[in-house]
């Protein structure tokens, strides 16, 4: 069962656009959500994560949005450059739970195009 | 502050042979996190270690498994190869609690 679902598996957008990507999950005791970038032969890097205290984060050209009613919720990259152009994961987690681990969706690759 | 490391980075293994790979987190984490990436799977969580303790496991065989020592430094065991054990392997380091976590490169498994 996977409790977090990231249903688009490739994006592309023009250099400048807003990049949307969506995640969205079905465990309501996740209260704790972050976006991970990855390149090929990387590690994941973390890039900006929210609490469901907030509905919105906010760091430089990335916005992270929570809809706690609808489980979802979307990374926005403005504008959108070509070095973005990566997998992303969202990733999700219990911060006063016993599970001491990150449940990650199965990514999103997005082609920022010059 | 030094980054994750993870040895080897690269490993090549014939099915039956165990494997041992190693992970060195960043200076003051104590929490030590392993996942398998494969194609099209995303990452599958395998365990989580704070104080060498493990505190969660995911839904691997028993043929998985690891260890944490003193220094915060992590391994991880193979036992019994399968073809489908080829995988990357992601080691991750946090404070506490496994949120934010830091990974490291990997290491890319591959099983004949």
């Known amino acids: 069962d996977q409790q977090v679902k990231q249903n688009s598996p490739s994006l592309s957008v023009q250099e400048g656009r807003i990049s ?3 995640c969205d999950y079905t465990n309501s005791m996740f209260d704790y959500f972050l976006w991970y970038k990855k390149y ?11 609490s469901s205290i907030k509905d919105k984060n906010e760091d430089g050209r990335f916005t992270v949005f929570l809809n706690k009613s609808a489980k979802h919720l979307s990374l926005h990259i403005v504008p959108s450059q070509p070095g973005d152009s990566a997998v992303y994961f969202c990733a999700a987690s219990e911060v006063g739970g016993s599970n001491y681990k990150l449940t990650f969706g199965k990514g999103t690759l997005l082609t920022v195009n010059p | 502050k030094a980054g994750v490391t993870q040895t080897p980075r690269y490993l090549i293994k014939t099915r039956g042979q165990q494997v041992t ?3 060195s987190p960043i200076s003051g984490h104590r929490s030590v996190s392993w996942y398998q990436q494969t ?7 395998l365990f989580e270690y704070f104080s060498e303790t493990q505190r969660n496991k995911g839904n691997f065989p028993g043929r998985f498994s690891g260890r944490q020592f003193s220094n915060s430094r992590s391994e991880m065991n193979v036992s019994t190869l399968e073809l489908g054990d080829s995988a990357l392997y992601l080691c991750a380091s946090s404070l506490d609690r496994g949120l934010e ?7 890319r498994l591959t099983v004949t």
């Open chain 2, 21 to 23: 790979l190693s992970c």
């Open chain 1, 20 to 22: 949307i990507l969506n």
């Open chain 2, 101 to 107: 976590q830091y990974f490291g490169p990997g290491t």
């Open chain 2, 39 to 45: 194609p099209g799977q995303g990452l599958q969580f």
């Open chain 1, 40 to 50: 090929p032969a990387e590690g994941p890097t973390f890039l900006i994560s929210i």
